[in-house]
């Protein structure tokens, strides 16, 4: 670190700014993140079509929002967040 970076960091620090250590992620594929909501009692259903095809609840979710909150429940466990980890193979057509 440069004595530039340093003083932006002393800064950021001084004005308020928090340090936060941030928990690895599990990186986890659509299918494992779909059991594992399904353990939480959670069961959207797809629907082939649409930005956010994942319907629960009336509500529609993208995949990133069935993350989201997969991790709202994996906070509450203490447990690490998921990443989405992407297969190649996976893609829908």
């Not at 670190?1 to 986890?28: C, H, Q, S």
Request: net charge positive; aromatic share 10%; glycine share 6%.
């Amino acid at each position: 670190m440069g004595p530039e970076d340093a003083l932006r960091v002393a800064n950021y620090l001084k004005y308020g700014g928090r340090i936060v250590k941030v928990k690895a992620t599990v990186p986890v594929t659509e299918q494992e993140l779909l059991e594992y909501l399904a353990t939480r009692g959670t069961h959207p259903k797809y629907q082939h079509g649409d930005a956010k095809p994942y319907v629960h609840n009336n509500q529609r979710f993208s995949l990133e929002g069935l993350v989201r909150l997969a991790n709202c429940y994996r906070e509450a466990q203490k447990l690490p967040p998921f990443a989405l980890r992407v297969d190649a193979l996976s893609w829908r057509r």
